[in-house]
Protein backbone atom coordinates (compact mmCIF):
# COMPACT_ATOMS: atom_id res chain seq x y z
CA UNK A 1 0.00 0.00 0.00
CA UNK A 2 2.46 2.69 0.96
CA UNK A 3 4.48 1.57 -1.90
CA UNK A 4 1.68 2.58 -4.74
CA UNK A 5 2.88 6.14 -5.17
CA UNK A 6 6.56 4.98 -5.61
CA UNK A 7 5.69 2.28 -8.13
CA UNK A 8 2.92 4.79 -10.13
CA UNK A 9 5.74 7.05 -10.72
CA UNK A 10 7.88 4.34 -12.02
CA UNK A 11 5.62 3.18 -14.57
CA UNK A 12 4.30 6.70 -15.47
CA UNK A 13 8.41 7.54 -15.82
CA UNK A 14 8.48 4.57 -18.09
CA UNK A 15 5.31 5.21 -20.35
CA UNK A 16 7.23 8.66 -20.90
CA UNK A 17 10.54 7.16 -22.00
CA UNK A 18 8.70 4.91 -24.27
CA UNK A 19 6.59 7.27 -25.78
CA UNK A 20 9.22 9.97 -26.21
CA UNK A 21 11.58 7.58 -27.85
CA UNK A 22 8.94 6.91 -30.42
CA UNK A 23 8.62 10.28 -31.20
CA UNK A 24 6.67 11.30 -34.34
CA UNK A 25 9.74 11.59 -37.22
CA UNK A 26 7.01 14.78 -38.91
CA UNK A 27 7.62 16.91 -35.76
CA UNK A 28 11.83 16.02 -35.55
CA UNK A 29 12.68 16.03 -39.20
CA UNK A 30 14.55 19.19 -40.37
CA UNK A 31 16.34 19.51 -43.93
CA UNK A 32 19.45 21.41 -42.47
CA UNK A 33 23.11 20.77 -41.80
CA UNK A 34 23.00 18.19 -38.43
CA UNK A 35 26.56 16.79 -39.12
CA UNK A 36 28.32 16.81 -35.80
CA UNK A 37 30.62 19.75 -35.46
CA UNK A 38 33.78 18.64 -34.16
CA UNK A 39 37.40 18.70 -35.31
CA UNK A 40 38.56 15.47 -36.93
CA UNK A 41 41.57 15.81 -35.37
CA UNK A 42 39.60 13.83 -32.23
CA UNK A 43 37.84 11.44 -33.75
CA UNK A 44 39.66 8.08 -32.81
CA UNK A 45 37.64 5.49 -32.27
CA UNK A 46 40.52 3.14 -30.57
CA UNK A 47 41.56 5.52 -28.51
CA UNK A 48 37.76 6.50 -27.64
CA UNK A 49 37.35 3.02 -26.71
CA UNK A 50 40.32 3.01 -24.32
CA UNK A 51 39.32 6.60 -22.50
CA UNK A 52 35.84 5.27 -22.46
CA UNK A 53 36.54 1.85 -20.61
CA UNK A 54 39.02 3.83 -18.16
CA UNK A 55 35.63 6.10 -17.75
CA UNK A 56 33.60 3.26 -16.61
CA UNK A 57 35.91 2.01 -14.03
CA UNK A 58 37.08 5.44 -12.90
CA UNK A 59 33.47 6.71 -12.30
CA UNK A 60 32.49 3.76 -10.85
CA UNK A 61 35.22 3.88 -8.33
CA UNK A 62 34.01 7.62 -7.31
CA UNK A 63 30.85 7.25 -7.19
CA UNK A 64 31.11 4.75 -4.78
CA UNK A 65 33.60 6.29 -3.10
CA UNK A 66 31.24 9.86 -2.74
CA UNK A 67 28.09 7.67 -2.00
CA UNK A 68 29.71 5.71 0.72
CA UNK A 69 31.58 8.21 2.42
CA UNK A 70 28.60 9.13 4.76
CA UNK A 71 27.94 5.84 5.79
CA UNK A 72 31.17 5.35 7.44
CA UNK A 73 31.91 8.87 8.70
CA UNK A 74 28.93 8.07 11.00
CA UNK A 75 32.05 6.51 12.75
CA UNK A 76 33.39 9.61 13.62
CA UNK A 77 31.22 11.80 16.31
CA UNK A 78 31.62 14.87 14.28
CA UNK A 79 29.88 13.46 11.33
CA UNK A 80 26.81 11.98 12.87
CA UNK A 81 23.59 13.61 11.79
CA UNK A 82 22.63 15.84 14.37
CA UNK A 83 25.99 17.53 14.33
CA UNK A 84 26.58 20.71 13.04
CA UNK A 85 29.49 19.49 10.61
CA UNK A 86 27.28 17.32 9.43
CA UNK A 87 24.94 20.04 8.02
CA UNK A 88 27.75 22.07 7.01
CA UNK A 89 28.87 19.08 4.80
CA UNK A 90 25.30 17.95 3.49
CA UNK A 91 24.57 21.60 2.74
CA UNK A 92 27.88 21.93 0.64
CA UNK A 93 26.39 18.95 -1.72
CA UNK A 94 23.19 20.25 -1.81
CA UNK A 95 24.80 23.24 -3.56
CA UNK A 96 26.60 20.46 -5.64
CA UNK A 97 22.95 18.83 -7.04
CA UNK A 98 21.51 22.25 -7.30
CA UNK A 99 24.28 23.81 -9.80
CA UNK A 100 23.65 20.37 -11.30
CA UNK A 101 20.22 20.86 -12.06
CA UNK A 102 20.75 24.53 -13.14
CA UNK A 103 24.53 24.76 -14.43
CA UNK A 104 24.22 21.64 -16.38
CA UNK A 105 21.36 19.21 -17.08
CA UNK A 106 19.03 22.40 -17.69
CA UNK A 107 21.04 24.30 -20.27
CA UNK A 108 21.63 21.00 -22.50
CA UNK A 109 18.17 20.83 -22.93
CA UNK A 110 18.01 23.80 -23.99
CA UNK A 111 21.04 23.48 -26.26
CA UNK A 112 19.32 20.33 -27.43
CA UNK A 113 16.02 21.59 -27.89
CA UNK A 114 17.17 24.52 -29.59
CA UNK A 115 19.17 22.48 -32.34
CA UNK A 116 18.79 23.68 -35.96
CA UNK A 117 18.32 20.01 -36.56
CA UNK A 118 15.10 20.60 -35.37
CA UNK A 119 12.44 21.59 -36.99
CA UNK A 120 10.87 25.54 -36.34
CA UNK A 121 7.53 24.49 -35.50
CA UNK A 122 7.25 24.07 -32.61
CA UNK A 123 10.87 22.99 -31.63
CA UNK A 124 11.94 26.68 -31.87
CA UNK A 125 8.70 28.43 -31.89
CA UNK A 126 7.87 27.32 -27.44
CA UNK A 127 10.08 26.49 -24.42
CA UNK A 128 9.88 22.94 -24.42
CA UNK A 129 12.65 22.76 -22.02
CA UNK A 130 11.62 25.71 -19.38
CA UNK A 131 8.21 23.85 -19.57
CA UNK A 132 8.93 20.73 -18.85
CA UNK A 133 10.97 21.20 -16.30
CA UNK A 134 8.35 23.24 -14.49
CA UNK A 135 5.93 19.96 -14.94
CA UNK A 136 8.33 18.09 -14.17
CA UNK A 137 8.80 19.57 -10.25
CA UNK A 138 5.47 20.02 -9.58
CA UNK A 139 5.24 16.47 -10.74
CA UNK A 140 8.05 15.55 -8.39
CA UNK A 141 6.06 17.82 -5.87
CA UNK A 142 2.91 15.92 -6.01
CA UNK A 143 4.73 12.23 -5.66
CA UNK A 144 6.89 13.80 -2.69
CA UNK A 145 3.39 14.90 -1.32
CA UNK A 146 1.34 12.24 -1.87
CA UNK A 147 4.06 9.46 -0.88
CA UNK A 148 5.35 11.51 1.97
CA UNK A 149 1.02 11.63 3.33
CA UNK A 150 0.52 7.88 2.89
CA UNK A 151 3.99 7.18 4.98
CA UNK A 152 2.59 9.29 7.48
CA UNK A 153 -1.02 7.56 7.36
CA UNK A 154 0.49 4.22 7.53
CA UNK A 155 3.21 5.34 10.54
CA UNK A 156 0.40 7.28 12.74
CA UNK A 157 -1.68 3.83 12.20
CA UNK A 158 1.19 2.12 13.35
CA UNK A 159 2.11 4.40 16.24
CA UNK A 160 -1.59 3.94 17.52
CA UNK A 161 -1.20 0.40 17.56
CA UNK A 162 1.22 0.47 19.81
CA UNK A 163 -0.38 3.06 21.94
CA UNK A 164 -2.87 0.78 22.54
CA UNK A 165 -0.54 -1.92 23.43
CA UNK A 166 1.39 0.14 25.92
CA UNK A 167 -1.53 1.12 27.80
CA UNK A 168 -2.67 -2.19 28.26
CA UNK A 169 0.31 -3.46 29.62
CA UNK A 170 0.76 -0.58 31.97
CA UNK A 171 -2.78 -1.69 33.22
CA UNK A 172 -3.36 -5.13 34.10
CA UNK A 173 -5.95 -6.90 36.70
CA UNK A 174 -5.13 -7.70 39.88
CA UNK A 175 -6.34 -11.53 39.20
CA UNK A 176 -6.92 -11.89 43.00
CA UNK A 177 -9.80 -8.73 43.40
CA UNK A 178 -10.20 -7.75 39.91
CA UNK A 179 -8.87 -4.78 40.26
CA UNK A 180 -7.10 -2.66 37.75
CA UNK A 181 -3.37 -2.57 39.19
CA UNK A 182 -1.57 0.80 37.93
CA UNK A 183 2.02 0.13 37.47
CA UNK A 184 4.42 3.60 38.86
CA UNK A 185 7.77 4.58 40.10
CA UNK A 186 9.28 3.73 43.26
CA UNK A 187 8.45 7.99 43.59
CA UNK A 188 5.05 6.84 44.00
CA UNK A 189 2.10 9.00 44.06
CA UNK A 190 0.93 7.76 40.49
CA UNK A 191 -2.75 8.25 38.81
CA UNK A 192 -4.23 6.43 35.93
CA UNK A 193 -4.53 9.89 34.41
CA UNK A 194 -0.76 10.98 35.06
CA UNK A 195 0.24 7.63 33.10
CA UNK A 196 -1.81 8.01 30.01
CA UNK A 197 -0.82 11.36 29.90
CA UNK A 198 3.17 10.33 29.89
CA UNK A 199 2.47 7.75 27.57
CA UNK A 200 0.75 10.31 25.32
CA UNK A 201 3.10 12.43 25.20
CA UNK A 202 6.57 10.16 25.06
CA UNK A 203 4.32 8.74 21.98
CA UNK A 204 3.64 12.23 20.40
CA UNK A 205 7.30 12.69 20.22
CA UNK A 206 7.73 9.32 18.76
CA UNK A 207 5.23 9.59 16.49
CA UNK A 208 7.20 13.16 15.60
CA UNK A 209 10.51 11.07 15.18
CA UNK A 210 8.85 8.50 13.30
CA UNK A 211 7.49 10.69 10.78
CA UNK A 212 9.97 12.42 10.15
CA UNK A 213 12.29 9.27 9.58
CA UNK A 214 9.15 8.53 7.10
CA UNK A 215 10.04 11.75 5.31
CA UNK A 216 13.81 11.40 5.05
CA UNK A 217 13.23 7.81 3.73
CA UNK A 218 10.88 9.48 0.43
CA UNK A 219 13.28 12.35 0.18
CA UNK A 220 16.37 9.76 -0.48
CA UNK A 221 13.94 7.51 -2.82
CA UNK A 222 13.14 10.21 -5.16
CA UNK A 223 16.28 12.13 -4.78
CA UNK A 224 18.01 8.67 -6.48
CA UNK A 225 15.24 8.33 -8.75
CA UNK A 226 15.75 11.73 -10.32
CA UNK A 227 19.95 11.17 -9.94
CA UNK A 228 19.69 8.27 -11.66
CA UNK A 229 17.87 9.13 -14.86
CA UNK A 230 20.35 12.09 -15.35
CA UNK A 231 23.44 10.09 -14.72
CA UNK A 232 22.17 7.57 -17.05
CA UNK A 233 21.88 10.33 -20.01
CA UNK A 234 25.13 11.57 -19.20
CA UNK A 235 26.81 7.69 -19.49
CA UNK A 236 24.79 7.83 -22.84
CA UNK A 237 26.86 10.80 -24.35
CA UNK A 238 29.94 9.94 -23.06
CA UNK A 239 29.68 6.25 -24.47
CA UNK A 240 28.33 7.23 -27.80
CA UNK A 241 31.16 10.23 -28.91
CA UNK A 242 34.55 8.61 -30.49
CA UNK A 243 35.63 12.40 -29.73
CA UNK A 244 38.84 12.16 -27.78
CA UNK A 245 38.92 15.63 -26.76
CA UNK A 246 35.54 15.62 -25.45
CA UNK A 247 35.83 12.17 -23.45
CA UNK A 248 39.03 13.43 -21.86
CA UNK A 249 37.58 16.13 -20.20
CA UNK A 250 34.54 14.54 -19.04
CA UNK A 251 36.14 12.26 -17.16
CA UNK A 252 37.93 14.25 -15.10
CA UNK A 253 34.73 16.61 -14.85
CA UNK A 254 32.25 13.40 -14.31
CA UNK A 255 34.15 11.80 -11.72
CA UNK A 256 34.09 14.98 -10.00
CA UNK A 257 30.55 15.57 -10.25
CA UNK A 258 29.79 11.71 -9.18
CA UNK A 259 31.59 11.49 -6.31
CA UNK A 260 30.17 15.10 -4.28
CA UNK A 261 26.51 14.18 -6.03
CA UNK A 262 26.91 11.07 -4.51
CA UNK A 263 28.13 12.36 -0.90
CA UNK A 264 24.43 14.23 -0.84
CA UNK A 265 23.02 11.32 -1.40
CA UNK A 266 24.74 8.90 1.10
CA UNK A 267 24.06 11.97 3.08
CA UNK A 268 20.19 11.46 2.88
CA UNK A 269 20.18 7.93 2.71
CA UNK A 270 22.28 7.69 5.73
CA UNK A 271 19.08 10.34 7.48
CA UNK A 272 16.52 7.77 6.48
CA UNK A 273 18.39 5.23 8.49
CA UNK A 274 17.97 2.41 6.37
CA UNK A 275 19.52 -1.01 7.20
CA UNK A 276 22.74 -2.26 5.45
CA UNK A 277 21.05 -3.91 3.44
CA UNK A 278 18.79 -1.33 1.27
CA UNK A 279 21.70 0.80 1.61
CA UNK A 280 23.79 -1.08 0.03
CA UNK A 281 20.70 -1.40 -3.00
CA UNK A 282 21.13 1.84 -3.44
CA UNK A 283 24.55 3.09 -3.13
CA UNK A 284 24.75 0.16 -5.81
CA UNK A 285 22.53 1.53 -7.62
CA UNK A 286 23.71 5.31 -7.93
CA UNK A 287 27.16 3.62 -8.60
CA UNK A 288 26.30 1.95 -11.90
CA UNK A 289 24.10 4.04 -13.34
CA UNK A 290 26.82 6.09 -15.37
CA UNK A 291 28.90 3.48 -16.07
CA UNK A 292 25.80 1.60 -17.67
CA UNK A 293 25.12 4.54 -19.35
CA UNK A 294 28.66 4.39 -21.23
CA UNK A 295 28.28 0.69 -21.70
CA UNK A 296 24.79 1.36 -23.19
CA UNK A 297 26.51 3.86 -25.31
CA UNK A 298 29.10 1.49 -26.51
CA UNK A 299 26.38 -0.28 -27.89
CA UNK A 300 24.45 1.88 -29.58
CA UNK A 301 27.49 4.22 -30.80
CA UNK A 302 26.66 2.60 -34.77
CA UNK A 303 23.44 3.74 -34.64
CA UNK A 304 22.78 6.24 -31.74
CA UNK A 305 23.66 10.01 -33.46
CA UNK A 306 24.38 13.27 -30.92
CA UNK A 307 23.14 15.47 -33.65
CA UNK A 308 19.74 13.20 -35.00
CA UNK A 309 16.70 14.79 -34.57
CA UNK A 310 15.16 11.94 -32.02
CA UNK A 311 18.39 11.73 -30.16
CA UNK A 312 18.02 15.33 -29.39
CA UNK A 313 14.33 15.17 -28.59
CA UNK A 314 14.59 12.31 -26.62
CA UNK A 315 17.80 13.50 -24.58
CA UNK A 316 16.85 16.99 -24.53
CA UNK A 317 13.39 16.49 -22.76
CA UNK A 318 15.00 13.76 -20.34
CA UNK A 319 16.99 16.35 -19.21
CA UNK A 320 14.35 18.92 -18.39
CA UNK A 321 12.83 16.34 -16.58
CA UNK A 322 15.70 15.65 -14.52
CA UNK A 323 16.57 18.89 -14.39
CA UNK A 324 13.34 20.07 -12.91
CA UNK A 325 13.45 17.17 -10.21
CA UNK A 326 16.90 17.98 -9.58
CA UNK A 327 16.35 21.80 -8.70
CA UNK A 328 13.31 20.74 -6.53
CA UNK A 329 14.64 18.45 -4.34
CA UNK A 330 17.77 20.51 -3.92
CA UNK A 331 16.08 23.62 -2.96
CA UNK A 332 13.26 22.14 -1.45
CA UNK A 333 13.55 18.73 0.12
CA UNK A 334 17.22 19.52 1.09
CA UNK A 335 18.11 23.18 1.46
CA UNK A 336 14.95 24.97 2.57
CA UNK A 337 14.52 22.00 5.02
CA UNK A 338 17.70 22.07 7.14
CA UNK A 339 17.76 26.11 6.93
CA UNK A 340 14.06 26.68 8.18
CA UNK A 341 14.57 23.77 10.79
CA UNK A 342 15.18 23.91 14.23
CA UNK A 343 18.62 23.56 14.87
CA UNK A 344 20.13 25.99 11.77
CA UNK A 345 17.31 28.85 13.26
CA UNK A 346 18.73 28.82 16.53
CA UNK A 347 22.18 29.68 15.21
CA UNK A 348 22.78 32.47 12.67
CA UNK A 349 26.50 31.46 12.74
CA UNK A 350 26.03 27.85 11.64
CA UNK A 351 23.31 29.30 8.96
CA UNK A 352 26.22 31.37 7.38
CA UNK A 353 28.75 28.30 7.68
CA UNK A 354 26.11 26.58 5.78
CA UNK A 355 25.43 29.18 3.11
CA UNK A 356 29.32 29.72 2.63
CA UNK A 357 28.88 25.87 1.64
CA UNK A 358 26.37 25.90 -0.79
CA UNK A 359 28.19 28.47 -2.71
CA UNK A 360 31.13 26.59 -2.69
CA UNK A 361 29.67 23.46 -4.10
CA UNK A 362 27.65 25.41 -6.21
CA UNK A 363 30.43 27.30 -7.57
CA UNK A 364 32.72 24.46 -7.89
CA UNK A 365 30.09 22.33 -10.04
CA UNK A 366 29.33 25.80 -12.01
CA UNK A 367 33.18 25.56 -12.63
CA UNK A 368 32.48 21.90 -14.00
CA UNK A 369 30.31 23.07 -16.48
CA UNK A 370 33.15 24.39 -18.83
CA UNK A 371 34.61 20.35 -19.11
CA UNK A 372 31.28 18.57 -18.93
Not at 200 to 220: F, M, P, T
Not at 228 to 250: E, P, R, Y
Request: aromatic share 8%.
Amino acid sequence: MTKSPLISFAAVTLILLLSISHFPGALSQSVKDCKPKSDNTCIDKNKALDLKLIAIFTILITSLIGVCLPFFARSVSAFQPEKSLFLIVKSFASGIILSTGFMHVLPDSFDMLSSPCLNDNPWHKFPFTGFVAMISAVFTLMVDSITTSVFTKSGRRDMRATDTADVASAETPDQETGSVQVHVSHHGHGHGHGLHHNLHGDNDKELGSHLQLLRYRVIAIVLELGIVVHSIVIGLSVGATNNTCTIKGLIAALCFHQMFEGMGLGGCILQAEYGWGKKAVMAFFFAVTTPFGVALGMALSKTYKENSPDSLITVGLLNASSAGLLIYMALVDLLAADFMGQKMQRSIKLQLKSYAAVLLGAGGMSVMAKWA
